[in-house]
């Protein structure tokens, strides 16, 4: 019986964080089974008068979040193992390139509304829903980043060791989720 | 008198008009006996575990050897919950499958006669394609053949649903679904909207009138006929009145200038046993209340009530309207 | 068995652990509390004041349809009051009860734990629960409810065919009220999983934890579909999208899909809580343990997961292929088999044990007769031609109350006189509690058996008004007697239990002598449930006397007792091995802060004001930042 946690051991705040994933994924498997049974009722998709979606930018876009898992998995390595390394650094890294992301991402969605708009048809409603319930997610994760940031800045307690594990998980899952969305939003294209 | 007959109602098949074990046509029936079949299995099943329960309250007493309770456990637990059903649920499975194809949807072209049905708030309009016949919330139908439904809405979901003639069918916007009717015996059946559609769902109800052919040739080449212009007297304003009152705006009548979609089509009104989806019989007294304040009978009804049209010019519309037979 | 005449020793350490863990006093402790059974206390109350408001709404239904043609209310209010019962009874009622009031303050009590794993989490749950509720009882109040029917159908709900704010009220306050359940559900899983005491193996886990466990996996995987199909749903109506639009390339039955993938889940996770209930109640009173309990943890994770696999036998009057309602016809037969390995598992454990006939286990009795009954009727249901004749009937309506009634009610009601004792400390009038199973169990087939009957004979759902002389009037005028002799049933009920919390016998920690941990502690338990945690050894903690002898010797000996601070400990997932242990947050004046944000921040967008409503999010994560600005000592 010993009040020293285990080293590896998850905490709870982890655990959390795990089944909000979870719930999470089932909001984009929704969202994106949405997609392909409208999809699948109308023939014409996207609708006429729209231009199917272009490859090249969506698609490297969609790994920047993939990349930037690496150093926050990097933080969330050394919070776990409760050991000095690097922390501080590679999160304010993934933070930045998170938010060149969204900005970029922000602008190709304001271009998409110019060609076409959700009231149009349910292609753009889908369209407009998904790409932007994903970005809400960034900008959320984005918001988690800076608070960690002020945290960890002074330093790692189990408090913060939790809260680097949990929201590097969320990262993995919003990085995931941006593949799924972008090649289910690209799909008319091929 | 109903409290007696309730029960025997149900049991027999004879009387109310809208009872699911009052089947008239194959369809129906094969539900009916499908019905009857869970029952009495399903009611085996609900004594046996009621058993149980009796047993425990007569036994209560503890099992003095705790393995052998628990072997004997592990046996009614198995049986009742696993081999029983597997068996019992295999039997309804194949009952269902075998139930399945006589209340699907028929092909189109599969019958000699199509009548399309399209549910509003809160009345049927009833066409007869390939004629110019329109009418609302009475289906007119030869006995002893098959004629398919097609059911669509002009607005939301509604449900065109003859309990004893057949299943019902959903009517979807977007979609066009269909439902046959082959009935063995001339009658009036009862049918009633079964999807929750607003206000006036409860009002939203019709008749299937089953027809010997000729009559039901008479009947459809007659309804087929533009309306007769009245040759004069109150009728005659009537129809004038009808014109200028903006009834042209929502109800068409063949043959006339009016040619509004958003009620019923009233060509020949006066042949029709009810108004407003069986709400009232139709008689000159109803008609008038109802031209006066439809809302009165029908709360929510998309007619606006004509209480400010004096009244002379009320009896002249309901002169007219009586004329159209 | 309990902690009650303790030796100097522990007389210290509790009186320590009083100190460590004292609420604040008054208003101010209610609205800051992290303290699971006030929480679970307060999700009581707030239920039982929704199910007197749903019941009402009911009795106002029965006494329009008593007979033919009357007119005590118009169609526009029954369509409101009859959207507002179901959604009243499903959301508010049932699922708060079951999850958040029986949930809350058993599940730590029954795995030896001191709170929940996220005890403000918790506390924010209720404060979105009550929000939610308040919202949508504000449409009542306005003369504006919802009024398309609990499942809210599209186009009928759409802005063209609804234009007023009622669907607003119903898609924006579910959607609070499902972010309320999600943490619920979350809350539960890690608490399952991580907090059980010491030697709580998963085998030895008891069944309620089982089936809240089920429960929360359900609504971790449910509610977003719903939630999903809500913000279509406000998209549409708010902002012009397409999603149900045909005209458009959007469609009506892709809200019919989305709302019952959630909504038969939905339906299993009502009842999963209440057979944890009785799974609880027969073993206490056979005097005896739980007869194939594997079979039955196991049964109760199947019928969640099979669960989601059926919805589509609520749509299939729509037209769908025959191939697809065969697939699901079939998978709605399959589902019956765990539910029947329970019934038998169940009656078995009476028939092998001495039952002793006491309230709570009548109430148990009165679960299985009707969870028969309306499973038998939900068979029938899933034979495809007979569903497409009787869907949208009374027979519906009929199976439905048999299920939800009898298989979910019947149990909270057994469990309130169940562990009153164990709340209030004192012990309900038994004979009175008798009386009022029968009146409640009469009065609920007098209600509904008729039902099945008008059905049969063709009677649709949400008609506010129908002819005489299609043979339904004897029916209806029996369900509405059966509705009042139920009301009567349902008050004396609670008359008794408010009377005996303050008059009742005092009841000691263990009146019914029960196998789980609940009962191992004083009436009511302190704020920190456990002087000592307990280590457990079996499946029926209680039962096991030394165990509970030895506890007496660890807490004067100070083994686990965890006095220093607000602590509780965590062991491992499966085995419920001790891995560390835990510090625990003590009050917080946050949660509620951020539900109060929450519901405000809703009814701006309900109301258009999207400015302002934005600025309501930056305040909430405001709060949020508030909220973890103070970080817990470190263990
Ligand atoms: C507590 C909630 C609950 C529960 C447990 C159930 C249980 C079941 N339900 Fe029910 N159901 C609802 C709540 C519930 N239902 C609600 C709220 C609606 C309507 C929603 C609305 O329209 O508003 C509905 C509607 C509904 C429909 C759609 C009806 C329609 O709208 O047309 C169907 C169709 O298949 C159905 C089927 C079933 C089945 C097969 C079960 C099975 O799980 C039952 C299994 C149990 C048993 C069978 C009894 C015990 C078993 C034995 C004793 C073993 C021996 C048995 C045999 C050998 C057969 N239900
Ligand atoms: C948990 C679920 C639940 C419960 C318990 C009930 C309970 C009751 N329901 Fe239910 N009902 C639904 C869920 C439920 N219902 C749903 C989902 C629908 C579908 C809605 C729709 O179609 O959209 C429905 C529809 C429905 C209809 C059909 C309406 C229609 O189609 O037009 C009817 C008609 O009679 C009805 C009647 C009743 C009655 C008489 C009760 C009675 O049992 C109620 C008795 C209860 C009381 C009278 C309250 C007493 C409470 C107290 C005394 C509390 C005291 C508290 C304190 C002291 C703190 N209900
Ligand atoms: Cu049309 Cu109900
Ligand atoms: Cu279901």
Redesign the interface.
């Known amino acids: 019986?010993t009040?020293?946690?285990?080293p590896r051991?998850r905490p709870?705040g982890w655990?959390?964080m795990l089944?909000?994933v979870?719930?999470?994924s089932?909001?984009f498997?929704?969202?994106l089974a949405?997609y392909a049974?409208?999809r699948f009722?109308?023939p014409s998709w996207p609708?006429p008068g729209v231009a199917p979606p272009s490859v090249t930018a969506p698609l490297v876009l969609a790994l920047v979040p993939v990349a930037a898992s690496v150093p926050m998995g990097i933080a969330s390595r050394t919070a776990r193992l409760r050991r000095a390394g690097p922390l501080v650094a590679p999160i304010v890294l993934a933070t930045l390139v998170q938010i060149a992301y969204l900005a970029f991402q922000v602008h190709l969605f304001s271009d998409d509304l110019a060609r076409f708009s959700?009231?149009?048809?349910?292609?753009?409603?889908?369209y407009f829903?998904v790409l932007a319930v994903h970005h809400a997610h960034v900008a959320a994760g984005i918001?988690l980043d800076c608070?960690l940031i002020a945290r960890v800045r002074t330093g790692l307690?189990?408090?913060?060791r939790t809260a680097v594990m949990a929201i590097a998980l969320y990262w993995y899952f919003v990085s995931l989720a941006g593949l799924a969305v972008t090649a289910t939003i690209l799909s008319p294209a091929w | 008198m109903a409290a007696a007959c309730a029960p025997a109602v149900l049991a027999s098949g004879c009387g109310p008009n809208q009872s699911i074990t009052s089947p008239v046509t194959d369809p129906a029936r094969e539900i009916d006996t499908l019905w009857w079949a869970m029952f009495a299995v399903g009611m085996v099943v609900f004594l046996a575990v009621m058993a149980l329960l009796v047993l425990a309250f007569v036994r209560r007493r503890r099992a003095s050897d705790p393995a052998e309770a628990d072997r004997i456990s592990y046996a009614v637990i198995l049986g009742g919950g696993m081999f029983a059903p597997v068996v019992l649920l295999a039997v309804l499975f194949a009952f269902v499958i075998r139930v399945m194809p006589a209340v699907s949807a028929p092909e189109p072209g599969s019958t000699r006669l199509t009548v399309e049905v399209i549910g509003h708030q809160w009345y049927w309009e009833v066409r007869y394609p390939g004629t110019g016949a329109v009418t609302a919330n009475e289906i007119h139908i030869p006995v002893g053949t098959p004629v398919r439904i097609v059911a669509r809405t002009a607005d939301v979901i509604h449900s065109f649903w003859v309990p004893r003639l057949n299943r019902k069918i959903d009517m979807i916007p977007g979609r066009s679904n269909s439902i046959e009717l082959d009935v063995p015996r001339p009658g009036t059946y009862r049918g009633q909207c079964s999807e929750f559609c607003g206000l006036g769902h409860a009002e939203m109800a019709f008749e299937v009138i089953v027809q010997p052919r000729n009559a039901f040739r008479a009947w459809l080449d007659h309804e087929a006929q533009p309306a007769q212009t009245p040759s004069g007297g109150a009728a005659l304003t009537g129809e004038q009145e009808f014109q200028s009152a903006s009834c042209a705006d929502c109800h068409t009548i063949r043959g006339t200038p009016a040619h509004g979609r958003v009620g019923p089509d009233l060509t020949h009104l006066g042949g029709r046993r009810t108004l407003a989806a069986l709400t009232i019989p139709n008689t000159a007294g109803d008609l008038m209340q109802w031209i006066r304040n439809p809302q009165g009978w029908k709360p929510g009804s998309r007619m606006p009530g004509f209480a400010s049209l004096p009244a002379a010019a009320r009896q002249a519309l309901v002169a007219y309207l009586e004329s159209l037979r | 068995m309990a902690v009650e005449s303790a030796a100097p020793a522990a007389a210290q350490r509790i009186d320590r652990l009083d100190r460590i863990w004292a609420g604040r006093p008054g208003l101010t402790g209610w609205l800051t509390t992290t303290d699971h059974k006030r929480i679970g206390l307060l999700y009581l109350w707030t239920s039982l004041a929704f199910f007197a408001a749903g019941g009402a709404e009911a009795l106002v239904m029965r006494t329009q349809l008593a007979e033919p043609r009357q007119h005590v209310v118009g169609p526009a209010t029954y369509d409101q009051i009859m959207t507002m019962h179901g959604v009243t009874m499903i959301f508010l009622f049932v699922i708060p009860l079951s999850i958040g009031a029986f949930g809350n303050y058993l599940v730590p009590l029954m795995i030896g734990a001191r709170d929940m794993a996220f005890p403000r989490m918790n506390a924010l749950s209720y404060w979105l629960f009550l929000g939610s509720g308040l919202l949508m009882y504000t449409s009542l109040l306005l003369g504006m409810a919802p009024d398309a029917g609990w499942f809210d159908y599209v186009p009928l709900a759409s802005r063209r065919f609804s234009p007023g704010l009622g669907i607003d009220f119903y898609a924006l306050g579910l959607i609070l009220n499902g972010i309320s359940s999600t943490a619920a559900a979350a809350n539960f899983l890690v608490t399952i999983a991580k907090l059980r005491a010491p030697g709580m193996s998963l085998n030895r886990m008891p069944l309620f934890c089982f089936a809240i466990l089920a429960t929360s996996f359900s609504l971790v995987f449910a509610l977003p579909a719903l939630t999903t199909d809500l913000v279509f749903l406000e998209l549409d109506r708010k902002l012009g999208f397409r999603f149900f639009d045909v005209a458009h390339g959007g469609d009506p039955l892709l809200w019919q899909h989305l709302f019952w993938i959630f909504g038969h889940p939905e339906v299993y996770i009502i009842v999963l809580p209440a057979f944890g209930i009785a799974t609880s109640i027969i073993p206490t009173f056979t005097r005896r343990t739980m007869t194939a309990f594997p079979l039955v943890a196991v049964a109760e994770l199947l019928v969640a997961f099979i669960g989601f696999g059926v919805w589509v036998h609520h749509m299939f009057a729509t037209g769908l292929p025959a191939v697809t309602m065969v697939f699901f016809a079939a998978a709605s037969l399959i589902i019956v088999i765990p539910s029947g390995i329970q019934i038998f598992a169940w009656c078995m454990t009476m028939v092998t044990g001495r039952p002793e006939y006491k309230t709570p286990l009548l109430f148990i009795v009165g679960f299985i007769v009707f969870f028969v009954f309306g499973g038998l009727s939900g068979i029938t249901l899933a034979a495809v031609p007979f569903d497409q004749q009787v869907t949208d009937t009374y027979y519906v309506v009929a199976h439905f109350h048999y299920v939800i009634w009898g298989a979910a009610v019947f149990p909270l009601l057994g469990g309130l006189y169940y562990w009153f004792p164990k709340v209030t400390g004192r012990m309900y009038h038994e004979r009175i509690g008798q009386t009022t199973f029968w009146l409640v169990f009469a009065g609920t087939n007098l209600t509904f058996f008729p039902m099945h009957i008008s059905g049969l004979l063709g009677m649709p759902r949400r008609v506010w008004t129908y002819p005489g002389g299609l043979g339904w009037n004897v029916e209806n005028l029996v369900s509405t007697i059966g509705a009042f002799l139920l009301t009567a049933g349902l008050v004396a009920l609670f008359a008794n239990l408010i009377v005996s919390a303050y008059r009742g016998a005092p009841a000691g920690a263990d009146p019914f002598r029960g196998g789980t941990l609940e009962w191992a502690t004083t009436s009511p338990p302190p704020r920190y449930n456990f002087a000592v945690i307990p280590y457990v050894t079996s499946a029926y903690p209680c039962w096991d006397v030394d165990d509970r002898a030895d506890d007496r010797r660890r807490l004067e000996a100070g083994e686990l007792v965890l006095e220093e601070n607000h602590e509780t400990p965590a062991t491992t997932p499966v085995d419920g091995r001790l891995d560390e242990i835990l510090h625990m947050p003590s009050e917080s004046p946050w949660p509620f802060a951020l539900g109060v944000v929450a519901t405000l921040g809703t009814a701006l967008v309900l109301s258009d004001h999207f400015l302002i409503a934005a600025a309501g999010v930056a305040l909430a994560a405001a709060v949020l930042t508030l909220w973890h600005a103070k970080e817990p000592a470190p263990a």
């Open positions: 019986m009040s020293t946690p285990l051991a709870n655990y959390g089944i909000l979870a719930t999470e089932a909001i498997g929704t969202l949405t049974y409208l009722r109308d609708p959700p009231r149009d048809s349910a292609y753009g409603s889908i829903t918001l608070w307690t189990e408090y913060r």
